[in-house]
């Protein structure tokens, strides 16, 4: 092919899937203004950094980094202090994750020279393209994504490092970013040993993914490996230089990392009960009242259908590993490829099995990174394969996924259609403007109302959560505390409280203190305005 047409196939290729990506979380784009309290932290985060106040770490989190704020900043500046913004600002990471697997693919596909490598390279990575829910969380919310996608790009440099010109800058670069993305959330360290991993193995590889065959007899050979594996660990030192300092800082807390070998039998239950089948698309939740998640009640026949696309997809995981380890005439370059993205499917399981933080469904999300790496695994099919295979094989798996992770979106959908907006103010908007002619400015509520309802009305509604052990940034709480008039929200949507029982409560003078309440209705709130001067 011409150069004129392999960079048209390029560009097209990653035209395709950058609309692709964001055509599928349509839905989520359209209603951003659902978007939950743990992502409305990082958008007032950003909102204060614009103004210059700047934080290591997430407000509230010892453990996790404000950078999905700082990321988020430009986009505000730029289109808005709105949840599309924060949601478009997610987004876009994980569509450059998405490319990058795409150029990785597209690498190997010329490695094996493969016609039309672009498209081979766009074949591999639409498992990043539609997707269950167990990517959803990240691609669509903050504050993960920042480290996903860093984690992501750290195995891509390191993958094209032996055909690049810059060779050791890939390796000292990838394993440095790596070390960064743990730096911006401690998800990250799931893709540590896959990284490393990936460093001892491009160190052997030789010119056009050929693997040093005179290793051992070779001094030239070792040493060159020796300098590739010292330019990794001395990018592998300074990426943690930055892990090192946060961990080391005052206000850290590492968080529950731990591993515990007891949770073995608690975690497999859900594993194959809910949050394996909703990982791989095998069937799909959504919140049918307030936060109440249940399972779709598919038909019996589809049932079957997403049952045998995901595992199938989970079978291409130890055939990659087969064939990386068996099948002839494979460049080392791929070898390595699938060996790193096989992998990734025992790695993640052990840390899903033995990990402390692994509660309910939604811990589906620990099980993120195997749809995340499906595009290492799949090198080795493609090269032995051949693309027009493969994308037979990958029909179902995908398909399955796509259909479960579209149901996911829950009332933002209505069959195969984006659900449309509701013409008018938002509840939030005239929440704001009642309350405003009352003169509050200070608000509690329970945490999945208080925090969504400061973002979206962009600080002109103030709202604490109702414990003070969920505060996550304190000169909210204290605003609200000086306040002689404050509220109290109700929202049945993200709420399971009874108003009447607040209204008691308050009555009382629990919650927000003693003083005069009223009560009344604002589209779907219940409002408690509290006269505590009186």
Same mark, same amino acid.
């Given at each position: 092919?011409?150069?004129?047409?392999?960079?048209?196939?390029?560009?097209?290729?990653?035209?395709?899937?950058?609309?692709?990506?964001?055509?599928?979380?349509?839905?989520?784009?359209?209603?951003?203004?659902?978007?939950?309290?743990?992502?409305?932290?990082?958008?007032?985060?950003?909102?204060?950094?614009?103004?210059?106040?700047?934080?290591?770490?997430?407000?509230?989190?010892?453990?996790?980094?404000?950078?999905?704020?700082?990321?988020?900043?430009?986009?505000?500046?730029?289109?808005?202090?709105?949840?599309?913004?924060?949601?478009?600002?997610?987004?876009?990471?994980?569509?450059?994750?998405?490319?990058?697997?795409?150029?990785?693919?597209?690498?190997?596909?010329?490695?094996?020279?493969?016609?039309?490598?672009?498209?081979?390279?766009?074949?591999?990575?639409?498992?990043?393209?539609?997707?269950?829910?167990?990517?959803?969380?990240?691609?669509?919310?903050?504050?993960?994504?920042?480290?996903?996608?860093?984690?992501?790009?750290?195995?891509?440099?390191?993958?094209? $490092? /032996?055909?690049?010109?810059? @060779?050791?800058?890939?390796?000292?670069? &990838? %394993? !440095? +970013?790596? =070390?960064? *993305?743990?730096? #911006?959330?401690?998800?990250?360290?799931?893709?540590?040993?896959?990284?490393?991993?990936?460093?001892?193995?491009?160190?052997?590889?030789?010119?056009?993914?050929?693997?040093?065959?005179?290793?051992? $007899? /070779?001094?030239?050979?070792? @040493?060159?490996?020796?300098?590739?594996? &010292? %330019? !990794? +660990?001395? =990018?592998? *030192?300074?990426? #943690?230089?930055?892990?090192?300092?946060?961990?080391?800082?005052?206000?850290?807390?590492?968080?529950?990392?731990?591993?515990?070998?007891?949770?073995?039998?608690?975690?497999?239950?859900?594993?194959?009960?809910?949050?394996?089948?909703?990982?791989?698309?095998?069937?799909?939740?959504? %919140?049918?009242?307030?936060?109440?998640?249940?399972?779709?009640?598919?038909?019996?026949?589809?049932?079957?259908?997403?049952?045998?696309?995901?595992?199938?997809?989970?079978?291409?995981?130890?055939?990659?590993?087969?064939?990386?380890?068996?099948?002839?005439?494979?460049?080392?370059?791929?070898?390595?490829?699938?060996?790193?993205?096989?992998?990734?499917?025992?790695?993640?399981?052990?840390?899903?099995?033995?990990?402390?933080?692994?509660?309910?469904?939604?811990?589906?999300?620990?099980?993120?990174?195997?749809?995340?790496?499906?595009?290492?695994?799949?090198?080795?099919?493609?090269?032995?394969?051949?693309?027009?295979?493969?994308?037979?094989?990958?029909?179902?798996?995908?398909?399955?996924?796509?259909?479960?992770?579209?149901?996911?979106?829950?009332?933002?959908?209505?069959?195969?259609?984006?659900?449309?907006?509701?013409?008018?103010?938002?509840?939030?908007?005239?929440?704001?403007?009642?309350?405003?002619?009352?003169?509050?400015?200070?608000?509690?509520?329970?945490?999945?109302?208080?925090?969504?309802?400061?973002?979206?009305?962009?600080?002109?509604?103030?709202?604490?959560?109702?414990?003070?052990?969920?505060?996550?940034?304190?000169?909210?709480?204290?605003?609200?505390?000086?306040?002689?008039?404050?509220?109290?929200?109700?929202?049945?949507?993200?709420?399971?409280?009874?108003?009447?029982?607040?209204?008691?409560?308050?009555?009382?003078?629990?919650?927000?203190?003693?003083?005069?309440?009223?009560?009344?209705?604002?589209?779907?709130?219940?409002?408690?305005?509290?006269?505590?001067?009186?």
């Amino acid at each position: 092919m011409s150069h004129a047409v392999v960079r048209r196939d390029a560009l097209v290729a990653r035209l395709l899937v950058v609309f692709a990506s964001f055509a599928f979380r349509l839905p989520e784009l359209v209603h951003a203004g659902e978007v939950n309290s743990d992502s409305a932290i990082v958008g007032l985060q950003a909102m204060h950094v614009m103004k210059g106040e700047t934080s290591a770490f997430l407000w509230g989190s010892g453990y996790q980094s404000a950078a999905d704020a700082y990321w988020a900043a430009p986009f505000f500046a730029s289109f808005g202090k709105t949840p599309y913004s924060l949601v478009f600002s997610a987004l876009t990471l994980h569509v450059l994750g998405t490319l990058a697997m795409l150029s990785m693919g597209e690498r190997h596909a010329r490695l094996a020279r493969l016609s039309r490598p672009s498209y081979a390279g766009a074949l591999v990575s639409l498992p990043l393209v539609l997707t269950t829910a167990a990517i959803h969380t990240y691609a669509l919310y903050p504050p993960r994504q920042l480290s996903i996608t860093a984690a992501l790009v750290a195995l891509w440099l390191v993958d094209r $490092a /032996s055909t690049s010109r810059f @060779r050791l800058g890939h390796l000292f670069g &990838g %394993a !440095a +970013l790596s =070390g960064l *993305a743990c730096a #911006a959330d401690p998800y990250a360290l799931v893709f540590v040993p896959l990284v490393g991993l990936s460093v001892a193995l491009s160190s052997l590889e030789g010119p056009m993914g050929r693997a040093h065959v005179r290793l051992l $007899a /070779s001094s030239r050979d070792r @040493r060159d490996v020796a300098v590739r594996l &010292g %330019a !990794a +660990l001395f =990018g592998a *030192a300074a990426g #943690a230089v930055p892990v090192w300092l946060m961990w080391r800082s005052q206000g850290a807390r590492l968080g529950v990392t731990n591993l515990d070998a007891s949770r073995v039998a608690h975690n497999t239950k859900l594993l194959l009960e809910t949050c394996g089948p909703w990982a791989f698309g095998m069937t799909s939740y959504y %919140a049918r009242v307030s936060m109440d998640y249940a399972p779709w009640d598919m038909h019996p026949a589809y049932a079957l259908f997403a049952k045998a696309g995901g595992c199938l997809f989970l079978a291409f995981f130890p055939a990659a590993l087969l064939l990386a380890v068996t099948k002839r005439r494979l460049r080392f370059a791929s070898r390595r490829a699938g060996v790193v993205g096989a992998l990734a499917l025992p790695l993640t399981l052990y840390g899903f099995l033995t990990s402390v933080m692994v509660m309910d469904h939604f811990s589906m999300r620990y099980l993120a990174s195997i749809p995340l790496l499906a595009p290492f695994a799949l090198v080795p099919l493609l090269v032995s394969l051949g693309p027009k295979r493969l994308a037979w094989l990958l029909v179902a798996p995908l398909a399955a996924a796509g259909i479960s992770g579209w149901v996911s979106f829950g009332p933002d959908v209505r069959g195969p259609l984006v659900a449309p907006r509701p013409v008018g103010p938002t509840d939030e908007a005239r929440l704001h403007e009642a309350l405003s002619r009352e003169g509050v400015t200070y608000a509690m509520a329970d945490y999945w109302t208080a925090y969504r309802v400061t973002f979206m009305t962009q600080e002109g509604l103030v709202v604490v959560p109702t414990h003070e052990k969920q505060d996550r940034y304190r000169p909210y709480r204290d605003a609200f505390e000086r306040a002689s008039r404050v509220a109290y929200l109700v929202d049945p949507k993200r709420s399971s409280e009874a108003p009447e029982v607040v209204g008691e409560a308050l009555a009382k003078g629990e919650l927000c203190g003693r003083g005069r309440v009223r009560r009344a209705d604002v589209g779907r709130f219940v409002v408690f305005v509290v006269d505590r001067a009186l």
